[in-house]
């Protein structure tokens, strides 16, 4: 979900166990929670789920006043060969883990039943479940740099509104793809308010940049972690 460039469509297998897991992670209780919520998503392999990922959820739960904050656990990068990533069961019970007491937090695999891993199509598929959800993207700064090769990047642009949160080292860079991709920019305390109020629509972003942290997948695996 992360890196979308030039990708063909990938079909997934049901790397998450057997039948009832599967139907777990496509359609978790979360789904059938009628509350009005503002939930914000943050995409990505999370191979794996690391200190860094808890940063930008708190930070985005923190300045845009959310309620919730879903991981979406991609079951394949399509620009990355699978012998690069954990099996999606490791990854997900993994980053379960890391959140078991973050109940804010929830970690799912929507992206498992369908036919490929572009964020649009993940974007119509969750508000078609959760219509009563307002919905905001998470992504770091380093994502942003890259976010024109995305898959009908204008068109997520114009579904719903995102907070990018500053990463070192991508901050200047961020702020001027921001400037040419992303459209109108407002505060984050303001598009937390506008939306969760119905005042603004996509699109729109806002750029946190309060505190930053280092902790990165890469990193970790070059020392050695495994899943």
Same mark, same amino acid.
């Given at each position: 979900?992360?890196?979308?460039?030039? %990708?063909?469509?990938?079909?997934?297998?049901?790397?998450?166990?057997?039948?009832?897991?599967? +139907? *777990?992670?496509?359609?978790?209780? #979360? &789904?059938?929670? $009628?509350?009005?919520?503002? /939930?914000?998503?943050?995409?990505?392999?999370?191979?794996?789920?690391?200190?860094?990922? @808890?940063?930008?959820?708190?930070?985005?739960?923190?300045?845009?006043?959310?309620?919730? =904050?879903?991981?979406? /656990?991609?079951?394949?990068?399509? @620009?990355?060969?699978?012998?690069?990533?954990?099996? #999606?069961?490791?990854? #997900?019970?993994?980053?379960?883990?890391?959140?078991?007491?973050?109940?804010?937090?929830? /970690?799912?695999?929507?992206?498992?039943?369908? +036919?490929?891993?572009?964020?649009?199509?993940?974007?119509?598929?969750?508000?078609?479940?959760?219509?009563? =959800?307002?919905? &905001?993207?998470?992504?770091?700064?380093?994502?942003? =740099?890259?976010? +024109?090769?995305?898959?009908?990047? *204008?068109?997520?642009?114009?579904?719903?509104?995102?907070?990018?949160?500053?990463?070192?080292?991508?901050?200047?860079? %961020?702020?001027?793809?921001? *400037?040419? /991709?992303? $459209?109108?920019? =407002?505060?984050?305390?303001?598009? !937390?308010?506008?939306?969760? !109020?119905?005042?603004?629509?996509?699109?729109?972003?806002? &750029?946190?940049?309060?505190? +930053?942290?280092?902790?990165?997948?890469?990193?970790?695996?070059? @020392?050695?972690?495994?899943?």
């Amino acid at each position: 979900m992360l890196s979308e460039a030039m %990708a063909k469509p990938v079909q997934h297998k049901d790397t998450a166990g057997d039948g009832i897991t599967h +139907r *777990r992670h496509l359609t978790p209780p #979360l &789904f059938h929670d $009628s509350r009005r919520r503002s /939930v914000g998503l943050v995409g990505g392999s999370f191979n794996p789920a690391h200190d860094g990922h @808890l940063h930008l959820a708190k930070m985005a739960r923190k300045t845009l006043g959310l309620d919730e =904050v879903w991981w979406l /656990v991609t079951p394949q990068n399509p @620009l990355k060969p699978p012998t690069e990533t954990a099996s #999606l069961d490791h990854r #997900l019970q993994y980053a379960r883990k890391l959140v078991s007491e973050k109940n804010y937090i929830k /970690v799912i695999a929507p992206e498992l039943g369908t +036919r490929n891993n572009y964020t649009l199509n993940t974007l119509k598929l969750l508000k078609n479940v959760a219509p009563r =959800v307002k919905f &905001f993207w998470i992504m770091g700064a380093d994502n942003l =740099v890259q976010f +024109r090769k995305w898959y009908r990047h *204008r068109d997520i642009v114009d579904r719903i509104a995102i907070a990018v949160i500053d990463r070192p080292g991508y901050s200047y860079a %961020a702020l001027s793809m921001g *400037r040419f /991709v992303l $459209s109108r920019r =407002v505060s984050a305390r303001r598009l !937390g308010k506008l939306q969760r !109020g119905n005042g603004s629509k996509p699109p729109v972003w806002c &750029f946190i940049s309060e505190s +930053r942290h280092y902790a990165s997948a890469t990193a970790l695996r070059a @020392l050695g972690l495994k899943l």
